[in-house]
T-cell receptor, first 112, second 113 residues
């Protein structure tokens, strides 16, 4: 098992810019979710993809969008960055939710 | 989303058992009880889950009350590596919340040598 890998590990962007974060799922996992974790808080669900289709979404605006590719890797795109978007972004993959998600170590995004 | 209530923090000594409580009085019949933990500078890690019966795995045990309104995560012998934030999460596989794990504040576990 290779686990979930995310890139980059750290990123600094300017307010108003766009950012793309990347995630490679654990081998064999066809479901990927993205979470946002502000400092001192628990992770908040952004959305989930299953076999390249979004099948669940949390309370995040449309400027948060994603893609899942045929090899089950995934991207999170955020447009028009705001200062409050500064957070740790976590990717998690699973074969089935009831088997538990495997999380990556996250991308730390700072918006200045 | 059904809510869970956990103590903000707990402390333990190394090699002693740890019982982490979680209250979920509004749990529905189809909610699974999941536990994850998050070590410093890492993403959350799946620990265990259950529906009605007590569960054991290599990491921990999960004791679920008969009325399912509370549960307890049991670490049989705490080690320094178990120091983490522990999250108790109710997960319902159906409906529009598919895939959504709702993390609360969790319990910060400190393990003393």
């Amino acid at each position: 098992e290779t686990g979930v890998t995310q890139s980059p590990t750290h990123l600094i962007k300017t307010r108003g810019q766009q950012v793309t974060l990347r995630c490679s799922s654990q081998s064999g996992h066809n479901t990927v979710s993205w979470y946002q974790q502000a400092l001192g808080q628990g992770p908040q669900f952004i959305f989930q993809y299953y076999r390249e289709e979004e099948n669940g979404r949390g309370n995040f605006p449309p400027r948060f969008s994603g893609l899942q590719f045929p090899n089950y890797s995934s991207e999170l795109n955020v447009n028009a960055l705001e200062l409050d978007d500064s957070a740790l972004y976590l990717c998690a993959s699973s074969l089935t939710v009831l088997q538990g998600y495997t999380f990556g170590s996250g991308t730390r995004l700072t918006v200045v | 989303d059904a809510k869970t209530t956990q103590p903000n923090s707990m402390e333990s000594n190394e090699e002693e058992p740890v019982h982490l409580p979680c209250n979920h009085s509004t749990i529905s019949g189809t909610d699974y009880i999941h536990w994850y933990r998050q070590l410093p500078s890492q993403g959350p890690e799946y620990v265990i889950h259950g529906l009605t019966s007590n569960v054991n795995n290599r990491m921990a045990s999960l004791a679920i009350a008969e009325d399912r309104k509370s549960s307890t995560l049991i670490l049989h012998r705490a080690t320094l590596r178990d120091a983490a934030v522990y999250y108790c999460i109710l997960y319902n596989a159906g409906g529009t919340s598919y895939g959504k794990l709702t993390f609360g504040q969790g319990t910060i576990l400190t393990v003393h040598p």
